[in-house]
């Protein structure tokens, strides 16, 4: 099953980053060879935010596998990364 993730971002700020960052590692560890990441600058295509209903940035996107799902701020918070993307139960 392939993966379909937009991170929404501003910029090359550090926030920034260190979302990407985090994505990146996560989905190295648990879904390697399994997902396509597509980074969205809002400050580049600020209209692209109405589509997925962007309020926050920055902001993951799992657009497949259904149901979409929706991930706030840094990402370095791992576990909650895992359970809003559904790869891990709530303990």
């Not at 969205?40 to 497949?64: E, F, H, S, W």
Request: hydrophobic share 45%; with cysteine.
């Amino acid at each position: 099953m392939a993966w379909n993730l937009r991170l929404y971002v501003a910029g090359q700020n550090p926030t920034s980053v260190r979302a990407f960052a985090n994505l990146k590692a996560m989905c190295e560890e648990h879904l390697k060879g399994r997902y396509q990441i597509e980074l969205i600058d809002l400050r580049k295509n600020p209209q692209l935010a109405r589509g997925d209903q962007i309020v926050a940035i920055p902001t993951l996107v799992r657009r497949l596998p259904q149901p979409l799902r929706t991930v706030i701020g840094d990402l370095s918070n791992s576990v909650r990364l895992l359970v809003g993307l559904d790869l891990r139960k709530v303990d």
